[in-house]
């Protein structure tokens, strides 16, 4: 289920500069811990089977009493998080990855909120993908199941906790959680709270668990827990997730890092055009579809980049261009120039790099040298230019003429995500209901033997 791509692609961390990332890396394995941590999943796998034949009616009113609980404790939670996110400031930890980390009431109830917009969501478990019936009368049905246990490793995103419980309910699975030290007090809140709620509800506890205590060694042993854990998701930095491909002998699908181009064509409407590069880059720069490079067509630049650059700096974004940016930047603007690291880089902070290119075969050749497949965006007017844009860029989002911030979940329609992958087996793109299921044939027949 694993596919590797291999992208000149640096990142920043989602952990606190100093602190021992929640990466497991070389990490030897503890016998205690595996033991403990093959125990959970044990107990993941029994309480997966409540699920199993559960109808939409009981896993919606799951998902709204997690919801209503989640508001109920939101004091709580906000106490654990703020302890959190002050040991990630005494730590290092950059502005954007603080914001990530966050929890105010107003994020508790917009996680709530995802709750209950789950269960507004059709079921998936049992949808027919496809059917028919054979000539010799054999009745085929391929239909959507649950996956079983759903293994998550990210960092410092307590959001993610929610959306990873509530998507695992949804579809059927059980859910258990590796988030990393940084957001460790929160997580452990959050999932105290689920817990209760699922046991009020007369389902198990042990359909949401987390292995934080076990620390790194629990993530080595989560990722050898090959036929107790039935798919593995990392989420965070280029280090995880580049970790957990490479040393998991359970099934993984990949999320990618996220070095996002917006390509502003020849042909593109200018206050536009500066309005959604403006939110690509600034709307939240500690998130993977936040826009890292912006690539300007020279027959638009001296019109496009003068504004943009004006707009972006007095935002406070710091920016890194080639020599005809730096030659175009406003004098109030500092723009220093860009190197080959700068094209590679997922920023995750309030810094852009910036390129003129002299053609779109130029920027879509940048976008595959640079590119971590992730989201890339064509501001245009031009129907060939962005028919050729969408056709040529081999990435898991394109948007035309729209903010790369729309890849996400929740903003297409899918309610909450497990994470955004940039793989091509099983799943590609933001990870919602659907990509947690699998299918399985039933074939049903009258006494029919095989000549």
């Known amino acids: 289920m694993t596919t590797t791509f291999e992208h000149p692609t640096t990142s920043g961390h989602d952990e606190p500069a100093g602190a021992a990332p929640s990466t497991p890396g070389a990490a030897a394995a503890d016998p205690d811990v595996t033991a403990a941590v093959h125990d959970v999943a044990r107990r993941a796998k029994v309480a997966s089977r409540a699920l199993a034949t559960a109808n939409r009616a009981t896993k919606d009113s799951a998902l709204l009493a997690l919801a209503d609980a989640l508001v109920e404790a939101t004091a709580e939670v906000v106490e654990a ?39 507004g969501l059709p079921d998936p478990v049992g949808e ?4 028919q019936t054979l000539p010799n009368g054999l009745r085929l049905r391929q239909l959507r199941v649950p996956m079983g246990v759903v293994g998550m490793i990210y960092e410092a995103r307590p959001n993610v906790t929610v959306d990873a419980a509530g998507l695992a309910l ?27 709620a699922l046991e009020a509800r007369g389902l198990p506890a042990d359909l949401v668990q987390t292995i934080d205590a076990h620390g790194r060694p629990g993530g080595v042993a989560l990722m050898q827990a090959r036929g107790l854990v039935d798919v593995l998701v990392p989420r965070g930095g280029a280090d995880l997730i580049r970790t957990v491909v490479e040393s998991s002998t359970v099934p993984v699908i990949e999320t990618g890092v996220g070095n996002v181009h917006v390509y502003v064509d020849a042909t593109a409407d200018v206050p536009g055009a500066v309005e959604i590069v403006m939110n690509a880059k600034t709307q939240r720069v500690g998130v993977c579809n936040a826009a890292e490079t912006l690539l300007v067509h020279a027959d638009a630049a001296e019109a496009f980049l003068p504004a943009a650059l004006a707009a972006l700096g007095g935002a406070g974004v710091l920016l890194h261009g080639d020599e005809r940016t730096v030659a175009l930047a406003p004098e109030s603007v500092e723009v220093v120039p860009a190197t080959d690291e700068d094209w590679a880089t997922e920023y995750l902070a309030a810094e852009l790099a910036v390129r003129v290119v002299d053609s779109l075969d130029d920027a879509i050749e940048h976008i ?64 919602g209901l659907a990509e947690l299921t699998t299918t399985k044939w039933v074939v049903t027949g009258d006494g029919h033997v095989r000549p």
């Open 170 to 196: 949804k579809s059927g699975n059980a859910v258990v959680l590796r988030g990393g030290s940084a957001a460790a007090s929160s997580n452990a809140a959050i999932v105290a709270v689920l817990r209760r």
């Open 368 to 431: 595959r040298t640079w590119s971590s497949g992730h989201t890339e965006a064509i501001l245009t007017r031009d129907l060939t230019a962005s028919e050729r844009f969408v056709a040529e860029v081999d990435s898991a989002a394109v948007m035309v003429n729209a903010s790369t911030r729309f890849t996400d979940g929740g903003q297409l329609g899918l309610g909450a995500e497990i994470g955004i992958s940039t793989q091509k087996l099983h799943a590609r793109g933001p990870m």
């Open 81 to 119: 998080n703020a302890h959190d996110v002050e040991r990630g400031r005494v730590n290092g930890m950059s502005p954007g990855l603080l914001d990530r980390l966050a929890l105010t009431p107003e994020r508790v109830a917009a996680v709530a909120d995802a709750l209950r917009e789950l269960a």
């Open 128 to 131: 027919v993908v496809r059917g």
